[in-house]
């Protein structure tokens, strides 16, 4: 299993990535064993990764990441970069390398206080010998300063630094940023690729395979998610019973709330789950003596991490919300496509019956006002409006049609 098997329905991206780590490998080589370098090279010093949700951005990258730091024996005997076996493409897939480093939005934005430190180690030589890799999985959250920190560093890079930005479009990034990247668009995966990874990958049945990647239109980490965790199938049926439960007033109300209250539970249980060990390793770290009394001086470290983590669960109740709004834009898409006799396969099978009786119902018109709403109570929800003010205003667009 190489790193780019990961890589669903991206061939054409996977095949230059490993013609560019093919490349770096010879460049390393050749420094190394003070050959001269290739005349004409693929790799580059900075890579912007783009395309639509779940297709797969993030895993492009860290697989590249790995195979740039591939040590896999087999090389001198004219193997590829990128085995996914060696310690160096194993410590890079679960980030633990020392030479790749990763930035990720914790809250609404990438602060420049985050990217600090992060700038400059990318003008250290890597420890290993091969390279240093940055990694910013949310490059679209960058604000001004810290756009401009990373742009610094993309401008003068060190010889053996390689950027490796994620973000949805080329648009999302800023010019100054973007023209110093080489740019590689990955497409949505097929609904057949998706169902045939969870096939091979995950073991999961054919039928429910087929299923998941039909509801998620190709998402790959949701699909397998859909597919392995039953609390997340539970909660995609619950927001597609949604639509029947805003014929009135207080039903529409109620739904708001639940909705909020489903993606703020999310959050508390991912903060269940990693503050408390954060919190703990980090006193530990400090040398807070027993019974938890901190040295002097090290209570605003402790409260940076607590600021961290107030903006990670912002983020998490974010993001459960958007993947309820995109259960309900897949669902109100197959409500029209019925009311126009469309011929494109449907995404919520197992909502069908549900599905025809408010096509029956109403008129593509105001389905079309129904997604439009939707669609106002995302951007309503990245301008920091408060959750349940903009879920129940779509709900309440939802009910009027």
Sequence with gaps: MTVWDDLVGQERVSE???AAARDADALVTAVSSDAPPPEASRMTHAWLFTGPPGAGRNQAARAFAAALQCVSPDRALGGAPGCGFCDGCHTALV????DVSTVAAVGAEILVKDMRDTVRKSFTAPANGRWQVILVEDAERLNEK???AVLKAVEEPAPRTVWLLCAPSIEDVL???RSRCRHLNLSTPSVDAVADMLIRREGIEPDVAASVARATQGHVDRARRLATDPAARARRASVLKLPL????VGGALKAAQELVDAAAEDAKQLAEEMDGKETED??????AVQGGRLPRGTAGVVKDLEDMQKRRRTRTQR???DVALADLTSFYRDVLALQLGSRIALANTDAEDTLERLARNSTPEATLRRIEAIAACGEALDRNVAPLLAVEAMTMALRAG
């Design 16 to 18: 230059q990535l490993a």
């Design 95 to 98: 980030g633990t390398h020392a």
């Design 146 to 148: 810290s756009a401009n």
């Design 175 to 177: 010019p100054t940023i």
């Design 245 to 248: 439960r805003v014929e009135d």
């Design 282 to 287: 980090l006193k530990a770290a400090l040398g």
């Design 319 to 321: 993001d459960s919300l």
